[in-house]
């Protein structure tokens, strides 16, 4: 019998397509990819299961060749906008075929990142798939970070999937401005998701910041205007209160602006978005700009004598022969004068010319959970659900991180700041107490129906494996490796 493969509907995504397959044609490998891809909870650019060749071996090519499923499945347009050229390469040949699941895509801080978004649904793009391709799908610009209403429609997202609880929770009540940001924000991100040419979304930023005069011809930044005018911008919030601590950083502004001037890194789209909305609904920098506001730009290299530039290039690169396990701090700190003179003038070459990066000993320093982002990871959110005559659910710490889809590090740095989280206590939901409850369960059931009670029966109908209730029950398998058929009295 040959396999069913649903038709794809417009702006429809591929973790969505292959979520359709594996309910359609039931094929072991896309069931096995699917069920992987909800254990990670962070989809590839919010929208990719897994590498789009492997996406298309196991869809048999029905959906289009790779780049087809890149530009119309996918938010590629979306993450190209803020890479700089040579990263653009990078991206496609990693998000195709590389078997490392990180990519160069920049990323926001855990618990702040926008995650898993197949669950959030538009109630009226989904009644339009219904007609059109007779089911529920999960569309692009559902899937958009941070956006809590449709781009086309203005109708708030709902929760349709278990999932997104996450970021469902994250979607709080706001006032009319707030809503009025949020939908603006919708279609904005929708058109960076959509622009011609969206790699060049980093140029035309650069150039409306010295149109609306934040950037001097001589290339100086008015620091203090651009970051008051940002904020200002976004002072009403957004319904997604992520979004809203993001937007109030007080040195978002500046942060995007170095990020834009650096060529070995991208700009999140998130960022680029907020950047180019603050930009075109300015109306300039009006006050002048003292020593104190102003940065300035790396002047050109050919503005620079070239004796003057070979002569300080063969000096810093005489200093790193000498000292050649010195980390980049250090070696700023002894030559700051070279190193200032290098970064003004010369800073591509720098940039290739230095210490590798080097990690300290105790690995990256995390932050402290914020208060709002405590009441989220707290708020109220039911637990699952057993069916009719199946055992109790295991509401473990692994089945609270899928509910809620997180991803492993945003869930074990949630439980290190917090006993709780939602309706998982991991002081009261310890595993004895989790097998208790459903070796319990199935000993009741089987006395019920009169069936033996034994190890093996107790751990087929409780789900469990034999090994786990026969160290319930003994305290070590081996013991009651003879038991099996004793009746088991408790």
């Known amino acids: 019998m040959l396999p069913i493969f649903y038709p794809a509907a417009d702006d429809e995504t591929a973790f969505s397509l292959l ?20 254990r990670r909870c962070y989809p590839l650019i919010y929208t990719l299961p897994c590498r789009v060749r492997r ?64 669950g959030m649904r538009c109630p009226e793009c989904q009644a339009a798939s219904v007609v059109a391709v007779g089911r529920g799908v999960s569309l692009c610009h559902e899937c958009l970070p941070y956006v809590s209403r449709c781009p086309h429609h203005h109708a708030p997202l709902r929760l349709s999937d278990p ?24 279609v904005r991100s929708f058109a960076t998701s959509r622009a011609s040419e969206s790699g060049r979304l980093r140029g035309v930023v650069s150039h409306l910041l010295v149109e609306k005069g934040y950037v001097s011809p001589d290339g100086r930044l008015s620091v203090n205007e651009l970051c008051q005018d940002f904020a200002k911008n976004f002072s009403a919030g ?29 700009v999140h789209p998130v960022l680029l978005t907020l950047m180019l909305w603050c930009l075109d609904e300015s109306q300039g920098c009006k006050t002048s700009r003292t020593s104190a506001s102003r940065r300035a730009i790396s002047k050109p290299a050919s503005s620079v004598p070239h004796e003057l530039s070979s002569r300080k290039r063969a000096e810093w690169l005489k200093e790193r022969a000498t000292h ?41 320093r995390q932050r402290d959970i914020p208060s709002w982002m405590t009441k989220v990871l707290k708020g109220d959110c039911a637990a699952p659900l057993s069916g009719t005559n199946l055992p109790p659910p295991l509401c473990s710490a692994y089945q609270a991180r899928l509910h809620y889809g997180l991803n492993e590090g945003a869930f ?52 469990l494996r034999v090994e786990t209730v026969l160290v319930f029950l003994y305290g070590s398998a081996p013991e009651a490796r003879g038991a099996g058929g004793v009746k088991i009295n408790r």
Not at 20 to 34: F, H, L
Not at 353 to 358: D, H
């Open 19 to 38: 979520c359709a397959a594996a309910v359609s044609t039931g094929d072991r490998e896309i069931c096995r990819t699917v069920a992987m891809a909800f």
């Open 55 to 118: 996406f298309c071996e196991l869809t048999r090519g029905l959906y289009g060749g790779e780049l087809e499923v890149l530009h119309h499945h996918a938010l590629f347009a979306y993450e190209l906008a803020g890479m700089p050229d040579f990263l653009r390469g990078r991206l496609q040949t990693q998000l195709i075929s590389e078997l490392r699941f990180r990519t160069c895509a920049p990323r926001l801080p855990v618990l702040l990142e926008s995650g898993h978004r197949y």
């Open 163 to 186: 999932c997104s609880t996450f970021e469902a929770l994250c979607q709080q009540e706001a006032s009319a401005a707030s809503r009025s940001n949020s939908e603006r924000f919708a």
């Open 238 to 266: 957004f319904e997604d209160c992520r979004l809203t601590a993001i937007a109030r950083e007080s040195d978002l502004a500046l942060r995007i602006y170095r990020s834009l001037h650096r060529e070995d890194r991208g």
């Open 324 to 364: 050649p396990d010195e980390s980049r701090s250090d070696a700023r700190n002894r030559k700051s004068a070279l190193w200032f003179w290098l970064r003004r003038n010369d800073r591509a070459w720098l940039i290739l010319n230095q210490a590798p990066r080097m990690r300290p000993a105790g690995g990256r």
């Open 412 to 463: 074990r740095l949630a439980l290190k700041n917090l006993s709780k989280v939602g309706w998982y206590d991991k002081d009261s939901c310890s595993k004895r107490r989790l097998v208790s409850h459903r070796v319990e369960w199935a000993m009741s059931e089987l006395n019920r129906w009169r069936q033996p009670v034994r190890p093996d029966t107790i751990a087929r109908a409780a789900r």
